[in-house]
């Protein structure tokens, strides 16, 4: 009986926040397919921003903002860029120096 209740237990904590991973996942296709910025115009617009060479992006949302996180490179500097997929406005930068 303490196996079946615990199993039971597992699964109302397991299941629920499956569904919920798959509703993010969901989101994140439907805004993909929604935004007015491409991926490639993301890059151009981080390199051209940087004078780096993309080497990652992430799609995903920070303060409720869907965009590209671009990451780039140039020797001695790193940069981290978010980029709106809407507007292709550089909403956020950071850049760390490299020695």
Known sequence: ?????????????????????????QQEAQAINEAKVTLVQAIEAA?????????????????NVWGYEVKTLK?????????????GQVISRKEKQKQ
């Not at 390199?47 to 949302?61: L, M, P, Q, Y």
């Not at 020797?75 to 507007?87: C, H, R, S």
């Open 47 to 63: 390199e051209s921003e940087t004078g780096a060479k993309a080497v990652e992006v992430d799609f995903e949302r920070e303060n």
């Open 75 to 87: 020797p001695g500097t790193k940069y981290e860029l978010f980029i709106d997929a809407n507007t």
């Open 1 to 25: 009986m303490k196996i079946t209740s615990s199993l039971l237990f597992s699964l109302f904590i397991v299941v629920p926040s499956m569904a919920v991973a798959q509703s993010k996942h």
